[in-house]
Nanobody, 123 residues
Framework: QVQLVESGGGLVQAGGSLRLSCAAS????????MGWFRQVPGKEREFVAA????????YYADSVKGRFTISRDNAKNTVYLQMNSLKPEDTAVYYC????????????????WGQGTQVTVSS
């Protein structure tokens, strides 16, 4: 089972940028699709972005399309989420997740999860 560790969260002003990273353990990272999800207290975990095992296909929630970019470096066992033009409503704990090969937008289809990293956007 792949193990995931997120980093890069923090406090940023509205309109600013952050880049989240998710480092994966194991030698089979390139066989996993990776997703980013976010959650605020009292709400369900929300899909943000996903990328398939090769990086050839990416998917975004409508709320982040055009502002966020997901990418991966299989040589470094890392997936990234570049977040630009951040808004206060982007404030959440961000989680990365892994599932075999094909990316989906459903949280319950991902088997491995990181511990999360807090992103706070001030107005």
């Amino acid at each position: 089972q792949v193990q995931l560790v997120e980093s890069g969260g923090g406090l940023v002003q509205a309109g600013g940028s952050l880049r989240l990273s998710c480092a994966a353990s194991g030698r089979t990272f390139s066989s996993y699709a990776m997703g980013w999800f976010r959650q605020v207290p009292g709400k369900e975990r929300e899909f943000v972005a996903a990328i398939n095992w090769s990086g050839g296909n990416t998917y975004y929630a409508d709320s982040v399309k055009g502002r966020f970019t997901i990418s991966r470096d299989n040589a470094k066992n890392t997936v990234y989420l570049q977040m630009n033009s951040l808004k206060p409503e982007d404030t959440a704990v961000y989680y990365c997740a892994a599932r075999p090969f094909i990316a989906t937008m459903a949280a319950d289809e991902y088997a491995a999860w990181g511990q999360g990293t807090q992103v706070t956007v001030s107005s």
